[in-house]
């Protein structure tokens, strides 16, 4: 899918949210943290917000540097992959819906549009009986 924007995955997305609320409760700033890992504070803001993931090696070596078990990172994590498999889906969906939409618009023929139309009706009614059965 060319021009497709790729979003962060969510294990990420949440390891940084981790990371966030880990740096606020102690107390540091994104500069101060940075230092004291020796990084920039642009990079720990990228950590925070998944757009670049953390290594485990750097993991643990802020799990160390801010007094917390390597696992406050990682518990309950395989609950996220369920979510992400079905957000996935979700998307994907979303995208098709979009794109037949942009289709839909480029029938010109108000008949054969309207006998389309009809068409996704039917399908989306009988779809729709087949998951109440």
Same mark, same amino acid.
């Given at each position: 899918?060319?021009?497709?924007?790729?979003?962060?995955?969510?294990?990420?997305?949440?390891?940084?949210?981790?990371?966030?609320?880990?740096?606020?409760?102690?107390?540091?700033?994104?500069?101060?943290?940075?230092?004291?890992?020796?990084?920039?504070?642009?990079?720990?803001?990228?950590?925070? &917000?998944?757009? !670049?993931? /953390?290594?485990?090696?750097? %993991?643990?070596? +802020?799990?160390?540097? #801010?007094?917390? *078990? @390597?696992?406050?990172?990682?518990?309950?994590?395989?609950?996220?992959?369920?979510?992400?498999?079905?957000?996935?889906?979700?998307?994907?969906?979303?995208?098709?819906?979009?794109?037949?939409? &942009?289709?839909? !618009?480029? /029938?010109?023929?108000?008949? %054969?549009?309207? +006998?389309?139309?009809? #068409?996704?009706? *039917? @399908?989306?009614?009988?779809?729709?009986?087949?998951?109440?059965?």
């Amino acid at each position: 899918m060319a021009g497709h924007l790729k979003l962060p995955n969510i294990i990420d997305q949440e390891v940084g949210k981790r990371l966030y609320k880990l740096r606020i409760a102690k107390g540091l700033s994104r500069k101060e943290l940075a230092s004291l890992v020796s990084i920039t504070q642009q990079q720990i803001e990228k950590y925070e &917000k998944a757009t !670049n993931r /953390i290594t485990v090696s750097r %993991l643990i070596e +802020l799990s160390q540097i #801010l007094g917390q *078990d @390597i696992q406050y990172f990682t518990m309950d994590i395989k609950n996220l992959v369920v979510s992400k498999t079905e957000t996935q889906q979700d998307i994907e969906a979303q995208r098709l819906r979009l794109e037949g939409a &942009k289709e839909l !618009n480029k /029938i010109k023929n108000k008949h %054969l549009l309207s +006998l389309v139309v009809a #068409l996704i009706r *039917d @399908i989306s009614h009988i779809t729709a009986r087949s998951i109440s059965n």
